[in-house]
T-cell receptor
Framework: EPEVTQTPSHQVTQMGQEVILRCVPI?????FYWYRQILGQKVEFLVS????????KSEIFDDQFSVERPDGSNFTLKIRSTKLEDSAMYFC????????FGSGTRLTVV | GQNIDQPTEMTATEGAIVQINCTYQ??????LFWYQQHAGEAPTFLSY????GLEEKGRFSSFLSRSKGYSYLLLKELQMKDSASYLC?????????????FGKGTKLSVIP
């Protein structure tokens, strides 16, 4: 079964540093998403991406966040200046009839 | 925002049947998904309902009532490996996106 691949699996960064989380979506899927899950809390929508542009974003997705599809395959989430409260699991998901989630990146901001 | 409500925790015995309920807001509703999530792992797809009725897939079944804003996930012949969180997620028609709104998840513990 096709998979969504995310790297790195775990990232530790200092507060104020920039991080880039990477995702390789399933190749024939057209809609891409980033979600996050703070430990012990629910999965929250961050942003959706279609046709090389953002189609919707949540209140969480402020100016510190950006997404790109730099080379037609990878799909990245950048956090410009990380805060302690950005510590969470970040999941990439792609969609056809169902939503397939990547294995996630555990981001720890110290 | 759209609230998705499901019980926080449930406990059931190995071999038994358990039903996990979920209620959601009906305005703009476009489909209901159930996911299984083991601790520290990604959600994995279990089922999808968009029309009223029951969808059966092996030991797992999911039911939807659109008029009532209600769904349930039924797990039969429970196994220890079914201990996990079960996430109810609704899709709503939005402005050019089909993002999912998740409930907080129901942590199911299967005991011998």
């Amino acid at each position: 079964e096709p998979e969504v691949t995310q790297t790195p699996s775990h990232q530790v960064t200092q507060m104020g540093q920039e991080v880039i989380l990477r995702c390789v979506p399933i190749s024939n899927h057209l809609y891409f998403y980033w979600y996050r899950q703070i430990l012990g809390q629910k999965v929250e929508f961050l942003v959706s991406f279609y046709n090389n542009e953002i189609s919707e974003k949540s209140e969480i997705f402020d100016d510190q966040f950006s997404v790109e599809r730099p080379d037609g395959s990878n799909f990245t989430l950048k956090i410009r200046s990380t805060k302690l409260e950005d510590s969470a699991m970040y999941f990439c998901a792609t969609q056809d009839s169902r939503y397939t989630f990547g294995s996630g990146t555990r981001l720890t901001v110290v | 925002g759209q609230n998705i409500d499901q019980p926080t925790e449930m406990t059931a015995t190995e071999g038994a049947i358990v039903q996990i309920n979920c209620t959601y807001q009906t305005s703009g509703f476009n489909g209901l998904f159930w996911y299984q999530q083991h601790a520290g792992e990604a959600p994995t797809f279990l089922s999808y309902n968009v029309l009223d009725g029951l969808e059966e897939k092996g030991r797992f079944s999911s039911f939807l009532s659109r008029s009532k804003g209600y769904s349930y996930l039924l797990l039969k012949e429970l196994q220890m490996k079914d201990s996990a969180s079960y996430l109810c997620a609704a899709r709503y028609s939005g402005a050019g996106s089909y993002q999912l709104t998740f409930g907080k998840g129901t942590k199911l513990s299967v005991i011998p």
